[in-house]
């Protein structure tokens, strides 16, 4: 058995913040699930998502391509197509698919629509149920989800927003039936048992909508944070967005630890490689009080900052009798490398023109033959345009992208940001200059804006 293609399964939370499990430090929410993971497995410490929202983030690690080169460099909302994923854009499905596997993708995908190249069926994958539209993804009680290229009506009955995306508008349900996130884990139990009755491997992208916001909920009624019930938190003394919030993140564990537990159930935990991490840091935007739950733990900023709270984020690896049980990596990963892994573990030939490094070594317990990477970069456009890099024990931003003044941090002794070295440092400031300057393609949907972003 050692000798097959491992499955792996990829795990995205959605706005889950580096501080939001109890394994990285969370205090009020209850994670034991992923808690145990972690100690069943490898967690990550210096583990970064492709960029400070989702859609770009998931472009990188679809493509093994950092922000300065992935197509998908933000999130649209009105011309979809320059949020799609092209024929020449080759996914780590597509790859893995020529090694043998069937390939799985469940949960939101936000790369593409039915009637473009980044329909996930024209991207590598074998079957899809999900949302591919991200604004139709806010809404947990959606009208219909998409299974392949057919819509799946459910019960659910939505009361619409006034904005419109691309023809559709969002909004919040007042017939609350088919919670969405129930169905994709349903769909992902479903997946591999299928799969496991077969002699091929399998690859499940499920990419979890929890917890990210319905912002049109939080719009028309000042409350996002969609969930069945709250819970063990359903007699706390907080706000219904309080226990709505911790409530996701609490559902969403037990339902990872149910996939782990099916794993061995079916005795393909040793021949399964699980990841879980987040798209970017923790959100603000259901109406809850981030106070409570300090969901970036030390870091600075959340969700669309540059800082260390909108992109480092969980990693944990899993898989029983390679990962070894109960370790911690500081080594310095990304998204993109999630290419160079995968098709490592399957005996693929990834594409060229990547920027991705395999973290396999790291997960098999063989240092050694780790390589590192110079730096990792990351670009942004929204609320004004800005670069980040990640070396040694640096990070620098520079806001606005190319004009902006660089800042300078010791991220090892000061993982807050909060103390700017860069005057002390200008041969550092001028290395880290070079490497933004130097990674950034042009990319003509994407403006560079001169106004710098509030801090
Ligand atoms: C923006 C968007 C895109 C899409 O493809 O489908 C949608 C469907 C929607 O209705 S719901 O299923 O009732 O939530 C709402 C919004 C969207």
New binding site residues.
């Given amino acids: 058995a050692g000798a097959e293609k491992p499955n792996m399964i990829f795990i995205l939370a959605d706005d889950l913040g580096y501080g939001d499990l109890g394994c990285y430090g969370q205090k009020v929410i209850q994670t034991p699930r992923l808690d145990q993971m972690a100690a069943e497995g490898m967690r990550f410490t210096q583990f970064y998502a492709g960029n400070t929202v989702c859609a770009p983030s998931r472009s990188v690690l679809m493509t093994g391509q950092h922000m300065g080169h992935t197509f998908v460099r933000g999130n649209a909302n009105t011309d979809m197509s320059i949020q799609a994923l092209r024929d020449e854009d080759v996914t780590v499905a597509e790859v893995l698919k020529t090694a043998g596997y069937t390939n799985g993708l469940v949960g939101k995908w936000g790369l593409g ?1 039915v009637d473009n190249e980044g329909f996930p069926l024209q991207q590598g994958f074998d079957s899809f149920f999900g949302y ?2 991200q ?2 993804a806010h ?1 947990y009680y ?3 989800l998409w299974s392949g290229d057919q819509k799946l009506k459910l019960r659910n009955k ?1 009361k619409r927003n006034d904005k419109s ?2 023809g ?4 919040y349900a007042t017939k609350r039936i088919d919670y969405s996130h129930d169905l994709f884990v349903e769909q992902a139990a479903d997946f591999i048992n299928q799969q496991q009755a077969t002699d091929d491997p399998f690859f499940l992208y499920l990419a979890l909508t929890i917890p990210h916001a319905n912002n049109e909920a939080t719009r028309m009624m000042g409350n996002g944070a969609e969930v069945p019930d709250y819970g063990i938190y359903a007699d706390r003394d907080w706000s219904d967005q309080d226990k709505g919030q911790a409530a996701m993140i609490t559902r969403m564990d037990g339902d990872v630890g149910r996939i782990l537990d099916q794993l061995r159930k079916l005795k393909i935990a040793e021949n399964t490689l699980v990841f879980f991490s987040s798209d970017n840091g923790p959100h603000d935007e259901a109406g809850h009080n981030l106070d409570r739950f300090d969901p970036n733990g030390p870091l600075q900023g959340i969700k669309r900052a540059l800082y260390e709270g909108g992109i480092r984020v969980p990693g944990i690896a899993w898989w029983p009798g390679t990962v070894p049980a109960g370790s911690t990596t500081d080594h310095i990963a990304y998204f993109g490398d999630w290419m160079a892994t995968a098709t490592e573990l399957a005996g693929a030939t990834p594409p060229g023109d990547l920027d991705s490094i395999s973290f396999a070594p790291t997960l098999m317990a063989q240092p050694d033959r780790q390589k590192r990477h110079e730096f990792l970069y990351w670009e942004f456009y929204e609320q004004g345009s800005r670069q980040a890099v990640r070396f040694d024990q640096f990070k620098a931003i520079r806001q606005p992208m190319f004009t902006g003044e660089v800042e300078l941090y010791d991220v090892d002794q000061d993982i807050s940001e909060s103390n700017n070295i860069a005057a002390d440092h200008p041969e550092i400031v001028a290395k880290a200059t070079k490497m933004m300057d130097d990674s950034h393609q042009p990319n003509p949907n994407w403006e560079i804006r001169g106004r710098a972003p509030k801090r």
């Fill in positions: 629509e591919l539209n604004v139709h809404n959606p009208e219909f939505v995306y691309g559709f508008t969002g909004g």
